[in-house]
């Protein structure tokens, strides 16, 4: 008996997704051994903690395509970029990664619902949740890296947030839990 509840086309893209999820985690690996050898011990952890998350975002997908009876496909990631030139490059290399796999989960949503698939579109909403935060994490890091000095920040600049993110937590506040009280 086929208990595959997914269509060839959308099995297919959840398991590029997957592979995306797990490239992103290599990306963050990479990106995090270089700051350990530029001595960012706490931009280091941020992004070392960020490649497990991203591999935990790969597991979701793997364990949705089996929970759905589907096959999982593992595939090869390509090698991480060149590594970054400095922090401002780092994290403008971080945003731009996580802009990118928006784009990616947008198309999943877009296409579970023409599909009409909603199991999985609402398996999906987590994600566009999830990178709404990513997004705005990095690009609250790169605004904190501009207000430092951006390229020519200073080395106690880049002390104080290397030493920040060591300990920062790994979720953005959302606009979303925003009111008039609480801008």
Known sequence: MNTNRLSETLCASLNKQMTKEAHASQIYLSYASWADSEGYEGIANFLFRHAQEERNHMMKFLEYILERGAKVKVEAIPAPPDEPSGVQ???EKVFAQEIDNTKWIYKLVKQSFE???WATWHFLQWFVKEQTEEETLALNLLDKIKIAGGS???G??????DKDLKD???D???????????P
């Open 89 to 91: 490059d780092c994290f």
């Open 115 to 117: 599909e009409e698939d």
């Open 152 to 154: 020519k920040a200073s």
């Open 156 to 161: 106690d600049s880049l002390y104080k947030i």
């Open 168 to 170: 920062m937590p790994d």
């Open 172 to 182: 953005a506040e959302l606009a979303e839990t925003k009111t008039a009280a609480k």
